[in-house]
């Protein structure tokens, strides 16, 4: 069974950089694409972009400029950077596990626990 | 971005009534739509993928349909543990985007 379980600050200053690490177990990083999310209190989720295994990405337009996600697969991680924080980036963060179907299309079906991140001074 | 709405925003309902969620998308998405249920203060769980395939482990009570821009999720009968929030998700293009959710509440 994989696990996903996300690390990191919980508290963040606005300005800084959020910086969160999710660990997979129970299986290997490699083959799949590998997801962040966030959920603002009370909100739907948000994609906040993609890593696969070997180090491509995507990002959410909306958050490409500020957003850099990396992979290490000898630790089986990635991780998240989110730079220059505001009280609007204070969200449930979660990884996923993406899988494919239909050759294109995909699904987050492992999801880790998420982690809050308040930005606040 | 492919907006996803869902209705309804609510929905009140009782052990084993039947209850429909409608979510359509802003553009075609052909197949590519998932449905997750969220409880508080847990992550989404994988229902349906594909519109219509049910998530390994997931009770046959759920179910979904439609293609296109319209789709809509099923659960059969209604019990205890089925309360919660509902989402659409679409991975027809990048960024995936989610619906603003259906909260399933007791009535």
């Known amino acids: 069974q994989v696990h996903l379980q996300e690390s990191g600050p919980g508290l963040v200053m606005p300005s800084e950089t959020l910086s969160l690490t999710c660990t997979v177990s129970g299986g290997s990083i490699n083959s799949y694409y590998w997801s962040w999310i966030r959920q603002p209190p009370g909100k739907g989720p948000e994609w906040i972009g993609y890593i696969y295994y070997s180090g491509s990405t995507d990002y959410n337009p909306s958050l490409k400029s500020r957003v850099t996600i990396s992979v290490d697969t000898s630790k089986n991680q990635f991780s998240l950077k989110v730079n220059s924080v505001t009280p609007a980036d204070t969200a449930v963060y979660y990884c996923a596990r993406e899988s494919s179907y239909f050759g294109s299309g995909s699904s987050f079906d492992y999801w880790g626990q998420g982690t809050l991140v308040t930005v606040s001074s | 971005d492919i907006q996803m709405t869902q209705s309804p925003s609510s929905l009140s309902a009782s052990v084993g009534d039947r209850v429909t969620i409608t979510c359509r998308a802003s553009?075609?998405?052909?197949?590519?739509l998932n449905w997750y249920q969220q409880k508080p203060g847990k992550a989404p769980k994988l229902l349906i993928y594909a519109a219509s395939s049910l998530q390994s482990g997931v009770p046959s009570r759920f179910s979904g349909s439609g293609s296109g821009t319209d789709f809509t999720l099923t659960i059969s009968s209604l019990q205890p543990e089925d309360f919660a929030t509902y989402y659409c998700q679409q991975s027809y293009s990048l960024p995936n985007t989610f619906g603003q959710g259906t909260k399933l509440e007791i009535k």
């Open positions: 553009q075609t998405i052909t197949r590519f």
